[in-house]
């Protein structure tokens, strides 16, 4: 927070968001069939941006993040729009197991991030929102694109923007913050891509979105999730594999 010149008096309501949204969680796994809209709005402005692209009929890939209560944010989205969800297994496999279930019983399909081009590339075809995090460090360095993010070199995922670009649908930045004890989720961006888009697209895509999640954090310091090593390089594909490609 120092390096990015936010005060770290926002830490304190950060850890208190993270409460709040621990509570949040439980709400929704002892209620499956009460909305999560009771907690979640999308704004106006934004829902009609998705409302017109799901109208056409091709699906989205929603690029969004760890800020505000993103279990809530897709929760409310999939009450709207069907949703696949790309999301790395959790460490701790009970906790896991325990979120899988939650958005299992919210409609929500789980992608694992191998294989997601397909699996993406076949929920855009049914019309779906794709949702997929650009604040994680990819698995691959041959997948990253070195950025600037928050005042320092960060390591951001380009698998949202190629996937846009191979099903030739639009990136929608997208995230959640709290407003009271409710989840807004707003779209801050819509990439089209050209009618043939090749790799300078994803890269300036992929920038774009990680330019519009870096203005967001500034404006609402607290509603993103500081505690994960972002800034830690991206793995050698030959450290993961022992094998050079």
């Known amino acids: 927070m120092a390096r990015a010149g936010i005060a770290r008096s926002f830490a304190v309501t950060m850890y208190r968001s993270l409460g709040a949204s621990l509570v949040e969680l439980l709400w929704l796994a002892a209620h499956p069939a009460l909305p999560a809209s009771r907690l979640a709005d999308i704004d106006e402005a934004s829902r009609a941006i998705l409302d017109r692209i799901h109208a056409r009929g091709r699906g989205m890939v929603l690029a969004t993040a760890h800020a505000g209560n993103w279990e809530i944010a897709a929760a409310a989205i999939a009450e709207r729009y069907p949703l696949t969800a790309v999301a790395k297994p959790m460490h701790v496999g009970w906790v896991d197991r325990f979120c ?12 694992s991030p191998r294989g997601a ?26 997948h990253a694109l070195a950025l600037d993010f928050l005042g320092a070199t960060a390591h951001v995922d380009r698998a949202p923007a190629a996937l846009a670009a191979a099903a030739r649908v639009p990136l929608v930045v997208g995230l959640a913050r709290r407003e009271g004890a409710r989840q807004v989720l707003e779209v801050l961006a819509v990439l089209e891509p050209p009618a043939h888009p090749g790799r300078a697209w994803v890269d300036e895509a992929t920038r774009a979105a990680t330019i519009a ?14 505690l994960h090593r972002r800034w830690r390089p991206a793995p050698l594909d030959e450290e993961r594999s022992g094998l050079a490609e």
């Open 213 to 226: 999640l870096d203005r967001f954090v500034r404006a609402h310091p607290s509603e993103w999730l500081w």
């Open 100 to 111: 899988t279930r939650i958005r299992t019983a919210r409609r929500i399909a789980v992608a």
């Open 117 to 142: 081009m397909a699996t993406g590339r076949a929920a855009l075809a049914r019309g779906e929102v794709v949702a997929m995090l650009i604040d994680q460090v990819p698995d691959r360095a041959r």
